[in-house]
């Protein structure tokens, strides 16, 4: 099996080399995997493509590649650039410093990679692994992901069916804030959203007298609703959501038929 790694984090983020493990137990001694990742950390930007301007992209090693622009980016220079006259198998995504779990999955570049390789054609994974008190000071924080996260690739790869046209499948993978030893299981999920949080900027005046704003996260330990993602790994689960890139209400076409003429 042929593999593309990307996440944004950046090309040398810890995150990205637990990936390289987990895509190279996946693709086994036959296989190979590729990498192309952000040059800078690309936190944040979603599904952003560098549609305006170019990027420039440089070969660190063999199939070692960075490009100076987003996932969505990384994975069109390796689908038609890099890798255009083999194509990979699979791409995967991560693994993000924290979690794209709830309302974080409409802002993470981690999902806009993996949209963005479902969008073409290919399965696709984004995987996280969530902060907490019970790994954030760890040596290993990524412990979770690591032990876990080529049996939960396997697992998906086994149960995913085959799809003819339409907006393909990909998934959202987040594992909890725990260590290995204390993870309780695998759950499918659905996408929650948090209650009472979200972003929000703080602003902060320069020595130069210049106003600045940061960008300001949430708590991230509150619960989702029952069965939803940050919930099931709250409670200790690595969470499994299937997604697909199709925004439309569809629960709401019915409802609202009398727009229509």
């Known amino acids: 099996m042929r593999i593309l790694i990307t996440n944004d984090d950046g090309i040398n983020a810890p995150g990205l080399e637990v990936l390289l493990a987990i895509a190279s137990e996946i693709a086994g001694p036959a296989g190979e995997v590729w990498t192309v990742a952000p040059a800078f950390e690309q936190s944040g930007v ?25 996932p969505a980016d990384c994975v069109l220079a390796g689908l038609h650039d890099v890798m255009k006259d083999s194509p990979p198998d699979l791409v995967l995504s991560g ?44 040596d290993t924080p990524f412990d979770a992901a690591a032990h876990y996260g080529a049996d939960v690739v396997r697992r998906i790869l086994a149960q995913t069916p085959q ?39 703080e602003p902060h005046t320069s020595p130069s007298g210049r106003r600045f704003l940061w960008i300001r996260g949430g708590n991230q330990q509150i619960a989702t609703a029952p069965g939803s993602d940050a919930a099931d790994n709250l409670e200790g689960y690595v969470s499994v959501t299937p997604m697909r890139a199709d925004l439309t209400a569809h629960d709401m076409m019915d409802q609202l038929a009398g727009i229509a003429t």
Request: with cysteine; proline share 6%; charged share 10%.
């Open 46 to 70: 979603g599904h952003c493509i560098s549609y305006t301007h170019p990027m420039m992209i440089s070969e660190f090693g063999p199939r070692r590649f960075a490009a100076e622009g987003s």
């Open 95 to 138: 693994v993000n410093r924290g979690n794209n779990s709830a309302e974080n999955t409409l802002y993470s570049g981690t999902i806009g990679g993996a949209m963005e390789a479902a969008l073409q054609g290919l399965p696709a994974i984004a995987l996280s692994q969530y902060y907490g008190p019970g790994n954030a000071q760890a």
């Open 163 to 201: 799809e003819n046209g339409g907006y393909r499948l990909f998934y959202n993978v987040n594992f909890p804030p725990v260590l290995a030893a204390e993870v309780k299981g695998i759950r499918l999920s659905t996408q929650g959203m948090r209650p009472g949080t979200g972003f929000s900027t």
